[in-house]
């Protein structure tokens, strides 16, 4: 049961008591018509005191009170026991206030502490000037308070006795009091449990501490001294793990210092190694545009070099072509038509442009002549015949008298181209062909027309004096087989 403060207990007790005082009045009133009520603080049963003899002792009054009070036992008033002396000269005014007529005691009901402490000495006590707590109460011989138990003062003091008693009661133990038989009785049977109890966990503990001492007493000193030993045996291997694995710091920081140098060293080195790496890049670019620009221009000078191969020197300079019924050397007509009376000029430069060809042409090729030799002096070019001696003029005007040295002259021509073409036949026959074999004849060079004496392809070439269209023909057809000559010459080149 949980305790109820001081303050709210005394409250029960007063309104227990002033419910006696002024309106209570029982059908089971004794003489006197004041009964003594309180209420159990345990069940709320009511208790009626009323007929506890005076002379009851408070432990027993609370016993007795439902029970009515049986008169014959040896009891005490409660008046008796706790009883207010008068005021005095000795008194202190609290105490004489305390002291006041029976009437009104709750002012020493208000402080049971001071009451309980008595030569305590505490601030409180002091500050109220309370000398002394004996001072306040005395239990006075029951001869001397016999009091009247039927006066309105005296039930009044019994009430107020009453209740302090229970709250001295109640702060002394651990129940609420006043309480009812059952009550007591409940509380004495849990307060016997837990007594009970109290003693078997003491048992428990005593056995408890005495298995402890046991096992202390079992550890000797020698397993003590040998537990230290093999501590500071430890110790010693830790410090020495540790004295070893500082210098295996020390090692591993040496070893990273040296690790961050070399890596120092790397990274320096692959920098100058990307700088030269970048360097030789463009070096390289340089040199490929370079190359390209030179690969252009040996394709540029291959191309020149293959046109200026087919580009014939002879031919440039000695263009043979034909213009309707003439041949053409660099443009001047060769021969000469009743409709087109060429002048003896073209035809003088004409036959000096052919002269000086196979002349070159003899000598570009290794060739020399046997039967004549041309003389090329442009339009006085004339032919010698080796044998006699004799230039004959390739020139004119020609008359009469002079024809046959004119004819003389191209004769001695034909007679050149012809050993030329001989010469190109015998060099075909005699060196390998393009697939490495001597060639049969049927390849090697051939004039168009063929040459015999002063006749080409059957014509004579003598100066007509009236029939200039055979003339002019055996001309035109004397050009095409220089043209043959000089393209053999082109590819021996
Ligand atoms: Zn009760």
Redesign the pocket.
């Given at each position: 049961r949980p305790r109820s403060s001081t303050q709210a207990r005394r409250a029960r007790a007063l309104g227990a008591m002033a419910a006696t005082a002024t309106a209570s009045s029982p059908p089971a009133a004794p003489a006197g018509g004041a009964r003594l009520l309180f209420r159990?603080?345990?069940?709320?049963?009511v208790l009626d005191l009323t007929g506890a003899p005076e002379d009851a002792a408070p432990s027993t009054l609370v016993h007795r009170a439902d029970a009515r009070a049986s008169p014959g036992e040896p009891s005490g008033a409660m008046d008796e026991s706790f009883m207010v002396l008068p005021a005095g000269p000795r008194d202190a005014p609290d105490a004489r206030a305390a002291g006041a007529p029976p009437p009104d005691p709750r002012p020493d009901a208000r402080d049971p502490d001071a009451r309980r402490t008595p030569n305590s000495g505490s601030p409180r006590s002091s500050s109220l000037h309370v000398p002394s707590m004996a001072d306040s109460f005395v239990v006075l011989p029951r001869s001397v308070s016999r009091v009247d138990t039927v006066s309105g003062s005296n039930l009044n003091a019994r009430v107020a006795a009453l209740a302090r008693i229970f709250d001295m009661a109640s702060d002394e133990t651990e129940a609420d009091h006043p309480?009812?038989l059952?009550?007591a009785a409940f509380t004495r049977d849990e307060i016997d449990a837990r007594a009970k109890e109290a003693e078997a966990e003491c048992e428990i503990h005593r056995k408890c501490l005495e298995e402890l001492e046991r096992l202390r007493g079992g550890e000797t000193l020698s397993d003590v001294e040998a537990e230290a030993a093999r501590l500071e045996f430890e110790e010693r291997e830790v410090c020495e793990e540790t004295k070893s694995l500082e210098d295996e710091l020390r090692v591993l920081n040496a070893e990273r210092f040296s690790l961050e140098e070399a890596s120092r060293a790397l990274d320096a080195e692959e920098t100058s190694y990307f700088h030269e790496f970048n360097e030789f890049k463009a070096l390289l670019r340089t040199h490929v545009c370079e190359r390209d620009g030179l690969v252009t221009k040996v394709e540029q000078t291959n191309r020149q070099l293959d046109r200026l191969r087919k580009t014939n020197v002879f031919n440039d300079a000695f263009h043979i072509w034909f213009d309707g019924p003439f041949g053409t050397v660099n443009g001047f007509r060769l021969g000469r038509l009743p409709n087109a009376p060429v002048e003896w000029d073209e035809i003088n430069a004409a036959w000096g442009m052919a002269c000086l060809l196979l002349s070159t042409m003899s000598h570009a090729a290794g060739v020399t002549f046997e039967h004549y030799t041309l003389k090329p002096l442009g339009s006085f070019s004339k032919v010698r015949e080796n044998s006699k001696g004799v230039e004959y003029e390739l020139y004119g005007p020609v008359n009469i008298l002079s024809s046959h040295r004119y004819d003389k002259a191209m004769t001695g021509f034909l007679s050149c181209l012809k050993e030329f073409a001989e010469f190109a036949r015998e060099s075909d026959l005699s060196s390998p062909g393009v697939d490495g074999d001597v060639s049969d004849g049927a390849n090697a060079f051939k004039l168009p027309y063929d040459i015999d004496g002063d006749k080409i392809d059957g014509r004579k070439i003598g100066f007509p004096f009236n029939r200039y269209e055979r003339w002019t023909a055996a001309l035109k057809i004397t050009l095409v087989d220089l043209k043959a000559c000089l393209a053999w010459l082109a590819n021996q080149q």
């Open positions: 159990c603080q345990g069940c709320a049963a309480m009812c059952e009550c």
